[in-house]
């Protein structure tokens, strides 16, 4: 059982949006810890996708944005195209634990 | 270009010791923490631990406290993560990760993972 919960799938056809929650509690993301979100193509290592809730790193594109509120994280995806098509992973850190905890994931299929 | 390079693959049996390493490259490697995150097959990611390479000062999460000790030797920009004695659920791909500076926890970049197998 996962510290951040995230829905284990979600789907979209090619051009839609989806949205990816992840649900912590008041010991991380409502601690006002940072969110950062990953994504993990089949078979590779993960990739940095949004760090401190919302901010893209260089390469990354506009259509994936993150927002945060309360103990509650979002990763959007706007204009699905195949190649997104990866499980996605949130992370914060828990001051209970006193260190980092990832969401289940979640899958990403694109119809 | 700043990369974090990981050890091969390993195939052990159980009770036998391992140590996987982690170089990074393109940086100054003690002003980055490492982590390690463990991947087991078909399974979501776990964080481990992390350590601080300009002092050696390491965090461990509690699920793997004891069970491994994670180490570097900053003369070599290189981290490590190590068994003393494998068990067949640690069967999984291990991943080293840089860890963002000022205590931001985003790991960035990470290794390509390595795959460690333990059977008799």
């Known amino acids: 059982q996962s510290v951040l919960t995230q829905p284990p799938s979600v789907s979209g056809a090619p051009g839609q949006r989806v949205t990816i929650s992840c649900t912590g509690s008041s010991s991380n993301i409502g601690a006002n810890y940072d969110v950062h979100w990953y994504q993990q193509l089949p078979g590779m290592a993960p990739k940095l996708l949004i760090y401190?809730?919302?901010n893209r790193p260089s390469g990354v594109p506009d259509r994936f944005s993150g927002s945060k509120s309360g103990t509650s994280a979002s990763l959007a995806i706007t204009g699905l195209q195949a190649e997104d098509e990866a499980e996605y992973y949130c992370?914060?850190?828990?001051?209970?634990?006193?260190?980092?905890?990832f969401g289940g994931g979640t899958k990403l299929t694109v119809l | 270009e700043v990369q974090v390079v990981q050890s091969g693959a390993e195939v052990k049996q159980p009770g036998e010791s391992l140590r996987i390493s982690c170089k990074g490259f393109g940086y100054r490697f003690t002003t980055y923490w490492i982590s390690w995150v463990r991947q087991k097959p078909g399974k979501g990611l776990e964080w481990m631990g992390t350590?601080?390479?300009?002092?050696?000062?390491?965090k461990y999460s509690p699920s793997f406290q004891g069970h491994v000790t994670i180490s570097a030797d900053k003369s070599i920009n290189t981290a490590y993560l190590q068994w003393s004695s494998l068990k067949a659920s640690d069967t999984a791909v291990y991943y080293c990760a840089r860890r963002g500076a000022g205590g931001i926890n985003y790991l960035d970049p990470w290794g390509h993972g390595t795959l460690v197998t333990v059977s008799s």
């Open positions: 350590i601080d390479p300009s002092d050696s000062y390491t």
């Open positions: 401190g809730n919302r």
């Open positions: 992370q914060s850190y828990d001051r209970s634990l006193s260190g980092s905890v």
